[in-house]
């Protein structure tokens, strides 16, 4: 089973690039969530979908924008990249439905803007 | 703020100790679940405890619920140097969405 997908696994960006995190994930979670994992401070959640066509803020959603139009896929974008958007992302899904409720996490985004 | 805040914030063991975090959240929750990270990896999930239990185990895992006081216990017996990685508590408070500590480095020296 691939589990969740992250591309890429590293990117570095110049200040006011834009782009897009991919993840995906294959075992039809309803739920899927973005954080950003910065030293010392834990992860702290972007942006959260818990379906299709239907996404909600986190704690740090600023700067970040996400769109859930698959159960499959829900890519995170980046409109204007800043220096404090230098961060390790991680995409994660959840079967909460069927009550197993523990996330499941990609293996990360190592991302630098310089 | 985060939900849930983890304390030692680091811990350095011999190996065969036993090494026992701590977590405290702020708000009523649905379940708290404690989560390890291998350094530069994603989030591996230990264990689960629903808000109406007060303890269980998983392998050579412990974990513990005192919902009046808002905290749980992750005790790890016999520690392992593969063991070493950071570990996270977090906390699902009804809201679809865990909301995670800071998370305790955790080193066993062999």
């Known amino acids: 089973n691939a589990g969740v997908t992250q591309t890429p696994k590293f990117q570095v960006l110049k200040t006011g690039q834009s782009m897009t995190l991919q993840c995906a994930q294959d075992?039809?979670?309803?739920?899927m969530s973005w954080y950003r994992q910065d030293p010392g401070m834990g992860l702290r959640l972007i942006h959260y979908?818990?379906?299709?066509?239907?996404?909600d803020q986190g704690e740090v959603p600023n700067g970040y924008n996400v769109s859930r139009s698959t159960t499959e896929d829900f890519p995170l974008r980046l409109l204007s990249a800043a220096p404090s958007q230098t961060s390790v992302y991680f995409c994660?899904?959840?079967?909460?439905?069927?009550?197993?409720?523990?996330?499941?996490f990609g293996s990360g985004t190592q991302l630098s803007v310089l | 703020s985060q939900q849930g805040e983890e304390d030692p914030q680091a811990l350095s063991i011999q190996e065969g100790e036993n090494a026992t975090m701590n977590c405290s959240y702020k708000?009523?929750?649905?379940?708290l679940q404690w989560y390890r990270q291998n350094s530069g990896r994603g989030l591996v999930h230990l264990i689960l405890?629903?808000?109406?239990?007060r303890e269980k185990h998983s392998g050579r895992l412990r974990v513990t619920l005192d919902t009046s006081k808002k905290s749980s216990s992750l005790l790890i017996t016999a520690s392992r140097a593969a063991d070493t990685a950071s570990y996270f508590c977090?906390?699902?408070?009804?809201?679809?969405?865990?909301?995670f500590g800071a998370g305790t480095i955790l080193r066993v020296k062999s």
């Open positions: 979908s818990v379906g299709a066509g239907i996404t």
């Open positions: 994660a899904s959840w079967d909460a439905g069927r009550r197993s409720e523990k996330l499941f």
């Open positions: 977090a906390t699902d408070d009804y809201g679809n969405k865990l909301v």
């Open positions: 708000t009523s929750i649905n379940n």
């Open positions: 405890i629903r808000s109406n239990e």
């Open positions: 075992m039809n979670h309803e739920y």
